[in-house]
């Protein structure tokens, strides 16, 4: 049986929860949708309550090898006029919709966005239009803050460490969680994502204030979690 949306995004079910951000990097053998759906599936078989996907390609892939799970969907799109690539325009919002998100992240910081487009109307129009759960992802309290006020469901602190004005600091934001839960509405979920290396600061991030935790690179890494090995190790040796 094929669980409703509406049952996956229940908050009594995603609180406390981890989430897992299963994508691979351009040009790796571990970004082919079989390999993505996989990785996704062993996620949620032992414990994961969701996952994360990159692209309608992925997002369709494990919607079709796991009907039931919870999927928050991505597009990540560069474009030369904006530093803006986490589900940036429209066009985005509707195709990772249409491929099977019960939920959508996109960019909900200050940046300006491709095509002149703006953050409000873009919300508005998800909402009317597709009746979506939204997920903000942010790099500031102001910026969670104002995601909420706009009519985003869910705020994470996705790109904290990742925007020009971030830059200079590094992820997981631990700080950002207590005055976000403080001032957010108590109907928006807080998620903490990005930096999480840990089982350990998993826990922390809960502890916190997040009511669920993103874990990527960490768990579904390969690319990354290797080169970081390998570095380590010509380091002593070398």
Not at 125 to 141: F, N
Not at 193 to 199: F, P, T
Not at 205 to 218: C, E
Request: overall charge negative; glycine content about 10%.
């Amino acid at each position: 049986m094929v669980v409703a949306s509406s049952q996956r995004v229940c908050r009594d079910h995603l609180e406390g929860g981890l989430i897992v951000s299963v994508q691979a990097p351009e040009g790796s053998p571990m970004r082919h949708p079989d390999v993505i759906a996989a990785m996704a599936e062993a996620s949620l078989r032992n414990g994961a309550i969701g996952v994360r996907l990159e692209s309608p390609e992925h997002i369709g892939a494990v919607r079709e090898r796991c009907p039931d799970a919870l999927i928050i969907g991505l597009w990540k799109r560069t474009f030369p006029d904006s530093s803006v690539y986490i589900t940036p325009r429209w066009e985005e919002i509707r195709s990772v919709w249409a491929a099977g998100a019960d939920v959508i992240a996109l960019d909900a910081t200050s940046r300006d966005r491709p095509s002149g487009q703006e953050l409000g109307p873009l919300i508005r129009q998800a909402k009317t239009e597709l009746g979506a759960v939204l997920m903000a992802d942010i790099d500031s309290v102001e910026n969670g803050l104002k995601a909420a006020a706009l009519g985003c469901d869910w705020v994470g602190t996705t790109l904290f460490g990742y925007t020009e004005e971030t830059a200079q600091l590094s992820p997981p934001a631990m700080d950002l969680l207590h005055p976000l839960r403080r001032q957010l509405p108590p109907s928006t979920l807080l998620v903490c994502e990005g930096g999480i290396a840990s089982a350990m600061s998993a826990a922390d991030a809960l502890n916190g204030g997040a009511d669920a935790v993103v874990v990527g690179t960490a768990i579904t890494g390969v690319d990354l979690q290797v080169a970081a090995y390998s570095r380590h190790l010509k380091r002593q040796t070398g």
